[in-house]
T-cell receptor, first 115, second 113 residues
Framework: NAGVTQTPKFRILKIGQSMTLQCTQDMNHNYMYWYRQDPGMGLKLIYYSVGAGITDKGEVPNGYNVSRSTTEDFPLRLELAAPSQTSVYFC??????????????FGPGTRLTVL | EDQVTQSPEALRLQEGESSSLNCSYTVSGLRGLFWYRQDPGKGPEFLFTLYSAGEEKEKERLKATLTKKESFLHITAPKPEDSATYLCAVQAVGGGATNKLIFGTGTLLAVQP
């Protein structure tokens, strides 16, 4: 198993550009998450999904959109990039068994700079 | 409001000098407390999950403990390869079935040879 993979690893965007951060997991996990990590701020939840076709907002969803058409993929879309979206983005997943506290396993991250 | 605070922000140790990292938390009800290790340029790597006060878990030179208000990550005789940022996160009972995590800001540990 490759686990959780993310592409690209690095990206520089101009203000107003759009892009999609890709996240794929090969563990047949139901739950997937997108976080952003800023220096000194800890990881903040952007969006999450409890299964294909089901997504919901996290703590900091503004400026982002997600979709979940398959169990494996959970892309994060930035429509109009702003400097405030400069951050490191992490995708995570868990099996999501009801009543069980699962450990979240993280991808390697995407470092995004908006200039 | 659910909150996680880690201290110190940064810690520099000599190789072999044991110490502890602190994670204090405020949640309506704790489902689980997680410790992660994060190396520069990489994603968080899972270390431990603790579920109830009094619980302890060990892995090599690391030992995690839990009370009703805080958790400690004890590092015994650290080596330079233990240098990393250590993240603490909690999962609250009120989080429902989403398993959402609330993270602290981390402790940056540097172990000098």
């Amino acid at each position: 198993n490759a686990g959780v993979t993310q592409t690209p690893k690095f990206r520089i965007l101009k203000i107003g550009q759009s892009m999609t951060l890709q996240c794929t997991q090969d563990m047949n996990h139901n739950y997937m998450y997108w976080y952003r990590q800023d220096p000194g701020m800890g990881l903040k939840l952007i969006y999450y999904s409890v299964g294909a076709g089901i997504t919901d907002k996290g703590e900091v969803p503004n400026g982002y959109n997600v979709s979940r058409s398959t169990t494996e993929d959970f892309p994060l879309r930035l429509e109009l990039a702003a400097p405030s979206q400069t951050s490191v983005y992490f995708c995570a997943s868990i099996p999501g068994l009801a009543g069980y506290t699962d450990t979240q396993y993280f991808g390697p991250g995407t470092r995004l700079t908006v200039l | 409001e659910d909150q996680v605070t880690q201290s110190p922000e940064a810690l520099r140790l000599q190789e072999g000098e044991s110490s502890s990292l602190n994670c204090s938390y405020t949640v309506s009800g704790l489902r689980g407390l997680f410790w992660y290790r994060q190396d520069p340029g990489k994603g968080p790597e899972f270390l431990f999950t603790l579920y109830s006060a009094g619980e302890e878990k060990e892995k090599e030179r690391l030992k995690a403990t839990l009370t009703k208000k805080e958790s400690f990550l004890h590092i015994t005789a650290p080596k330079p390869e233990d240098s990393a940022t250590y993240l603490c996160a909690v999962q609250a009972v009120g989080g429902g079935a989403t398993n959402k995590l609330i993270f602290g800001t981390g402790t940056l540990l540097a172990v000098q040879p």
